[in-house]
């Protein structure tokens, strides 16, 4: 029967397993947000009026606020772009009700392709609408409600900063023990040599 070995801890074996958790906890919170990017899909919205609307959002950022959308105008009857149409993207807080707005602005090169960025400056559910005006008339269409979060919270970047700084601590502490552990060997070593 052979006796039963204790497991010894060193500083070396802490550090890697520490390493190798901060890893996993790296991993993890990746793929966490992966998981939510996915959940939060963007769907494109259509309305036929004076106009045929085509709402499709490019970006959205609702941690800091912001949301950019592309708004495709153009003549129903014909399907040629309406270059001239005034293009507006209208938000409204659900909780606070006050009420904003941004112009959305087209190029030479896409003339029925608007681009409007919103900046929604409070927490909670926005009401998206869109309201687009033109010699064909006008028409006021519903988007989306988007649900801004809480910003007092962890986010991912802050995670990947405790990890770095966890890092860097138990990068410092090893050099500081192998340094110390040197140390001493030098030290009996000179002891040992010395009558």
Do not use: C
Request: net charge neutral; proline share 5%; hydrophobic share 45%.
């Amino acid at each position: 029967m052979t006796p039963i070995t204790s497991l010894r801890l060193s500083p070396r074996r802490i550090a890697l397993a520490a390493l190798a958790a901060l890893l996993v906890l790296a991993a993890f919170s990746l793929l966490t947000a992966t998981a939510t990017a996915q959940d939060s899909t963007k769907e494109e919205v259509r309305y036929v009026g004076a106009h045929d609307i085509r709402v499709v959002p490019v970006n959205y950022n609702l941690g800091v606020g912001s949301a950019q959308f592309a708004v495709f105008v153009t003549d129903p009857a014909t399907g040629e772009p309406v270059s001239d149409a005034r293009v507006v993207m209208l938000a409204e807080s659900a909780e606070e009700g006050n009420p904003g707005w941004a112009f959305a602005t087209n190029s030479p090169a896409t003339p029925e392709r608007y681009i409007v960025h919103l900046k929604l400056d409070s927490t909670g559910e926005w009401d998206i609408k869109v309201d687009v005006s033109s010699s064909l008339g006008a028409d006021l269409a519903d988007v989306t409600t988007l649900k801004v979060p809480s910003l007092n919270r962890l986010t991912q970047g802050s995670w990947v900063f405790f990890g770095m700084f966890g890092i860097i601590i138990l990068g410092i502490a090893y050099v500081w023990w192998s340094a110390r552990r040197n140390y001493r060997r030098k030290r009996a070593a000179a002891q040992a040599d010395s009558p």
